[in-house]
T-cell receptor, first 112, second 116 residues
Framework: GQQLNQSPQSMFIQEGEDVSMNCTSSSIFNTWLWYKQDPGEGPVLLIALYKAGELTSNGRLTAQFGITRKDSFLNISASIPSDVGIYFCAAHPTGANSKLTFGKGITLSVRP | DTEVTQTPKHLVMGMTNKKSLKCEQHMGHRAMYWYKQKAKKPPELMFVYSYEKLSINESVPSRFSPECPNSSLLNLHLHALQPEDSALYLC???????????????FGPGTRLTVT
């Protein structure tokens, strides 16, 4: 089946550093989404990508839809303590009844 | 407004109880979803409603019974649950997947369910 690979499982960075997260697959997707989830809360949509090669920013966040349509990355610049959380990538193939596929998530810790 | 609301926030129930989880959205979305999420795992899809009709049931046990009374509301009725059903239950909504419609799903805050 379709799988999204996110690794490593955890990342530890210093406040102020930049961090990059990748999401890869052997399958082609038409939409890539990045979510952040805080403990005890639902995932919050950060960025949505719809075109291969598309680069989109949202404040300190930048994400790109890979040109092969099989990957995406998320960059966080100048990290702050509230960036702590689990970051999930999600992707959607073609087809009206297709489902959203999620990566396993990366837990980000930011040291002050 | 991209808000999906869920009640209750927390629920503790015994294995013989019957309870319901509620979800509401006022974004005009016509697709609504129930997900189950265990700690530090991604959400797992349970059910999808599109235009108030059940379109996907991911082989969920019958002790979970979804209901979509109207385009803004989604319920999940629970009966005779097992301790392993304890999890965060998330509701989400999106526009139906036709034409140029986007696939963005917006999640509620979840209901933390504990089955004792």
């Amino acid at each position: 089946g379709q799988q999204l690979n996110q690794s490593p499982q955890s990342m530890f960075i210093q406040e102020g550093e930049d961090v990059s997260m990748n999401c890869t697959s052997s399958s082609i997707f038409n939409t890539w989404l990045w979510y952040k989830q805080d403990p005890g809360e639902g995932p919050v949509l950060l960025i949505a990508l719809y075109k291969a090669g598309e680069l989109t920013s949202n404040g300190r966040l930048t994400a790109q839809f890979g040109i092969t349509r099989k990957d995406s990355f998320l960059n966080i610049s100048a990290s702050i303590p509230s960036d702590v959380g689990i970051y999930f990538c999600a992707a959607h193939p073609t087809g009206a009844n297709s489902k959203l596929t999620f990566g396993k998530g990366i837990t980000l810790s930011v040291r002050p | 407004d991209t808000e999906v609301t869920q009640t209750p926030k927390h629920l503790v129930m015994g294995m013989t109880n019957k309870k319901s989880l509620k979800c509401e959205q006022h974004m005009g979305h016509r697709a609504m979803y129930w997900y189950k999420q265990k700690a530090k795992k991604p959400p797992e899809l349970m059910f999808v409603y599109s235009y108030e009709k059940l379109s996907i049931n991911e082989s969920v046990p019958s002790r979970f019974s979804p209901e979509c009374p109207n385009s803004s509301l989604l319920n999940l009725h629970l009966h005779a649950l097992q301790p392993e059903d304890s999890a965060l239950y998330l509701c989400a909504s999106s526009q139906p997947q036709t034409g140029e419609t986007t696939y963005e799903q917006y999640f509620g805050p979840g209901t933390r369910l504990t089955v004792t």
